[in-house]
């Protein structure tokens, strides 16, 4: 360990330290082995010493005695995210924000909360106080927290009715605080959410979030079944488009996702199968059945409501999003996944498009989402992995075509969204983190000005392998 470090570690030693180092490296891991490109450049990052705050003050505490020291700080919540961003690149020391996970309110409408609250906790104790939950979430529901999922996520389940987490409205308000000699706290809204907001904590520590409510439904969770791939996506975008019907989930799997990597489905689906996973309100059921009965291509085969299967799946929304891709990798550990936005107007086509040139080498899993309005479709595709080289050539074939990727193999913010600079974030991370020692390696624009973006970024500080 560095001296700087290990005095910093001495500093903080009446804190609650992680001693053990199985739980320190486990600790500095999120699920980067989503990908191999990144398996094979983080597989040896480990922090230096875990440290988990109980309150504001000592996250103030950690932060300023860091800074006294240069060492390094990444944050944490539960470690779901797929990019590495919750990885101390350059070691230093992970602080953790498990402890920190009270819902403080819940009102009409929106509820105040801790960053380490994981998300079904925050779910059930707002169902229970006033019968409301989250309007979206991730797939990794059970285990991810909300502070992971407004600095490391982008939309989830909810995403086809409410949007993104980017889209106004959609978080209320952050508090946060800086990584300076004297660190401030600051509340954000508005403009100012976008600072902060998805930016892998690289520039500040979120303490408290403000989130909208939506009124909590006992949702009814179905499969839908479909011979051929172009029906169950007209279905999947025309049933987003009914206004009066309310969704929470429409997740289209191309055969043969359902009946190759959904053990549970597999028995009720042969290998050409492909299906729908959706989640309807109640009292939304007698419009869905109406539509249903108007497309006599589709076939409902689950419905949790009415349960025939003599075992059932579980949570219909725990095969979609990114949880598609690890029940993939639990059969098959070749296959790893991309992230593609099929832009409205031309969603459709290019979705066509891509199939007809990749599958089965790369095989469609489609989430609905809205964006200003429109329903439009998020691609989480499935990629039986060969080379990297192979991976970047695909990769280049869906930007060729408008298909945009942001990239999961890649461990910065710029490339793993739109490989831009997001001058917000820069200028408050140069503000409130002047020697850049809040999650280093994650933004290129602070590293290299200059990067061109014409291959992969390495960053140059990384933690050199044993």
């Known amino acids: 360990m560095k001296p700087n470090v290990a005095a910093a570690k001495e500093a903080l030693s009446h804190l609650d330290i992680e001693a053990n180092e199985n739980a320190i490296k486990a600790k500095s891991r999120d699920f ?40 390094p700080v990444t944050t944490r919540g539960a470690g779901t995210g797929n990019y590495g961003q919750a990885m101390p690149l350059a070691g230093g020391c992970v602080m953790h924000l498990r402890h920190m996970a009270a819902v403080k309110e819940v009102h009409p409408g929106r509820v105040i909360v801790e960053p380490g609250c994981l998300l079904k906790d925050l779910d059930a104790v707002c169902k229970e106080q006033s019968g409301q939950e989250i309007r979206m979430f991730s797939s990794t529901w059970a285990t991810a ?55 892998y904590g690289t520039n500040g520590i979120i303490t ?66 492909n299906l729908i996973g959706l989640m309807v309100a109640p009292h939304s059921m007698d419009g869905f059945l109406t539509f249903l009965g108007r497309r006599p291509e589709a076939r409902l085969i689950y419905r949790s409501d009415d349960n025939t299967w003599d075992r059932g799946p579980g949570p219909v929304f725990e095969y979609g999003w990114n949880h598609t891709t690890l029940r993939a990798l639990k059969v098959d550990p070749s296959i790893t996944y991309l992230q593609v936005r099929y832009g409205y107007p031309q969603h459709r086509d290019l979705i066509a498009k891509m199939q007809a040139e990749f599958s089965p080498e790369v095989l469609q899993h489609l989430e609905v989402l809205k964006e200003s309005g429109k329903v439009m479709f998020a691609g989480l595709s499935l990629v039986k992995f060969t080379t990297e080289e192979r991976l970047n050539e695909i990769i280049r074939i869906h930007e060729e075509a408008g298909a945009m990727i942001f990239n999961p193999h890649r461990y910065t913010l710029e490339e793993g969204g739109r490989q831009t600079v997001d001058d917000r974030q820069l200028r408050f991370k140069q503000e409130a983190d002047p020697k850049g020692l809040l999650n280093p390696g994650k933004m290129i624009a602070w590293d290299d000005p200059n990067w061109g973006y014409d291959r992969m970024y390495a960053y140059p500080k990384l933690q050199a392998a044993e």
């Open 145 to 199: 927290t909300i502070g992971g999922f407004i600095a490391g996520g982008s939309g989830g389940v909810g995403s086809c009715t409410w949007g993104s987490l980017r889209d106004l409205g959609n978080i209320i308000r952050l508090r946060v605080v800086t990584m300076e000699e004297e660190p401030r706290v600051l509340e954000f809204r508005g403009e100012e959410l976008a600072r902060v907001s998805h930016a």
């Open 32 to 71: 980067f082995w989503y990908s191999p490109v990144l398996k094979d450049r983080l597989d040896h990052v480990v922090a230096d010493f875990v440290v988990s705050p109980r309150n504001e003050a000592e996250v103030i505490e950690i932060l300023k005695t860091c800074y006294a020291h240069d060492c």
């Open 208 to 273: 408290e979030i403000e989130m909208p409510l939506a009124p909590a439904y006992d949702w009814v969770e179905m499969f839908v079944a479909f011979d051929d791939f172009d029906p169950a996506v007209d279905f999947a975008e025309s049933l987003a488009n009914q206004d009066g019907i309310l969704i929470k989930l429409a997740t289209v799997f191309e055969a043969p996702i359902a009946h190759d990597y959904f053990q549970r489905v597999k028995p009720h689906v042969a290998p050409g199968i």
